[in-house]
């Protein structure tokens, strides 16, 4: 049903959203004109990110990813289970990573060569990993950066 009602939004540029929707994304996602995707984690599903970032990657400028908390559906023992292969989001301009646990470094994940804002609230673990060249503007709010931070 949710699928039939985002086919039928040609124009829709924004989309907020709980990870209950990451299977219907996955399908509508390269279908239409969303520029802006808000994920949060609802407690009764998991979040499918890199099939979701697949299907947005031609097409999302700003993506933000709100209280999710990832597992072992991306990693297994620090390795990004990718297959050795990005998902590469050359629209990607804008990131938010607010309060997700255990969030994989981004740099074994996503390829982002023009974004130019990250935002980042929360644990940063991998933060140093996560930081592309072309970035313009780097806000950390409220974030605690263990041990060494490099760029």
Do not use: W
Request: aromatic letters at 4%.
């Amino acid at each position: 049903m949710v699928e039939s009602i985002l086919l039928r939004l040609p124009r829709l540029k924004e989309l907020k959203g709980g990870s209950i929707l990451s299977a219907t994304l996955s399908s509508v996602l390269p279908q239409s004109s969303i520029t802006k995707l808000h994920l949060r984690q609802d407690k009764s599903a998991p979040l499918d990110l890199l099939s979701v970032l697949k299907a947005c990657a031609s097409t999302l400028r700003s993506l933000i990813l709100q209280g999710l908390i990832f597992g072992d559906e991306l990693t297994r023992d620090g390795v990004i289970k990718t297959g050795g292969e990005y998902v590469s989001m050359s629209t990607l301009e804008e990131v938010a990573i607010v309060s997700c646990v255990k969030f994989p470094p981004t740099s074994r994940l996503i390829q982002m060569p023009n974004l130019k804002l990250l935002y980042y609230e929360g644990k940063c673990a991998a933060l140093g990993e996560c930081i592309p060249s072309p970035l313009k503007t780097l806000v950390l709010h409220d974030a605690e950066v263990p041990g060494k931070f490099t760029i």
